[in-house]
C-alpha cells in the first residue's frame, strides 16, 4: 500500500487563507521530496511548491511566492501548504505528490513515485 491523501480545500473569498495536508500511507515520505502541484480548468497541470526531504530547500511558482509557504513534519509523515492572499486565479485541484528529484517540472512521469487523489480549492466572492 502506498497511498498519499490530501485535505483542507474549500471555498474561500479573495484574500483568504487555506492550509492544505497531505499525508503519507504505507511508505516512509522522509525519503522523497514532496511537491504540490495544480489544475485548473482547462490548463494544464503546473507545479506550485514543493520541499526536499528534511525540510531544508524549498522552491516555488512566480505565480505563488510570498502568498504560499510548503512545509513538512516527517514525524507526522506529512507535508503542508499554507497559502495566503488567495486569488481567484489559484482556484484549482490540488495535488500532492512524493517526488524523486526536488523539481516543479512534470516532464518525466518516473520522476512521480504517487500521487494524491486532490482537493478541490476554489477562490471565489
Known amino acids: 500500500q502506498v497511498q498519499l491523501v490530501e485535505s483542507g480545500g474549500g471555498l474561500v473569498q479573495p484574500g483568504g487563507s487555506l492550509r492544505l495536508s497531505c499525508v503519507g500511507f504505507?511508505?516512509?515520505?522522509?525519503?522523497?521530496?514532496i511537491g504540490w502541484f495544480r489544475q485548473a480548468p482547462g490548463k494544464e497541470r503546473e507545479g506550485v511548491s514543493c520541499?526536499?526531504?528534511?525540510?531544508?530547500?524549498?522552491k516555488y511558482a512566480d505565480s505563488v511566492k510570498g502568498r504560499f509557504t510548503i512545509s513538512r513534519d516527517n514525524d507526522k509523515n506529512a507535508g503542508y501548504l499554507q497559502m495566503d492572499s488567495l486569488k481567484p486565479e489559484d482556484t484549482a485541484v490540488y495535488y500532492c505528490a512524493a517526488l524523486h528529484i526536488a523539481t516543479l517540472s512534470l516532464i518525466n512521469p518516473d520522476n512521480f513515485r504517487s500521487w494524491g487523489q486532490g482537493t478541490q480549492v476554489t477562490v471565489s466572492q
Open positions: 520541499i526536499s526531504e528534511s525540510g531544508g530547500s524549498t
Open positions: 504505507g511508505f516512509p515520505l522522509k525519503y522523497y521530496n
